[in-house]
């Protein structure tokens, strides 16, 4: 894990092209968002990291990275996988079993996106949360405008 002096937090992990680490990486990144006094934020994230995760080993090609970072006013997951595919949005019925993954990520955050990776096959998906006004920034303004 690393910190900038402007207070950016970042970490990352080269993960093994196995389903099987998906369930240790979310516990990773619980354990970092606690540490970063996130964890209003620990549910959401860690689905978004299950889903971006479970794609790109299943669809996409190693090596596979996850990384986490946090500034002030923002906090970005991205998944990097160095397949050929791109997400995409499938039109599904109610019956179906899987396929629900990019509609949960766009629900959950704030924002999302694909970087293609610049020297190969491969991209990079991400998501993004806004952390202006938390909850306990919002208790911190609430303590200050009462008499």
Known sequence: MTETSDGLR????????????VGRA????KEILTAWSLDHLVDDVVLVIGELLGNA?????????????AAADDLCVRVT??????PC?????????????????????DDVGVIPVADGPGKTVWARWTLANTPREEAALDQRARP
């Open 26 to 29: 979310r516990n990773l990144a």
């Open 57 to 69: 080993i299943s669809y996409g090609a190693p090596p596979i990275r996850l990384s986490l970072w």
């Open 10 to 21: 970042s970490v990352s992990w080269d993960l093994p092209h196995d389903l099987a680490m």
């Open 81 to 86: 996988d160095h397949g050929p595919g791109r």
């Open 89 to 109: 949005r499938l039109d599904l019925g109610l019956e179906a079993i899987s396929g629900r993954g990019l509609p949960i990520v766009l629900a959950l955050a």
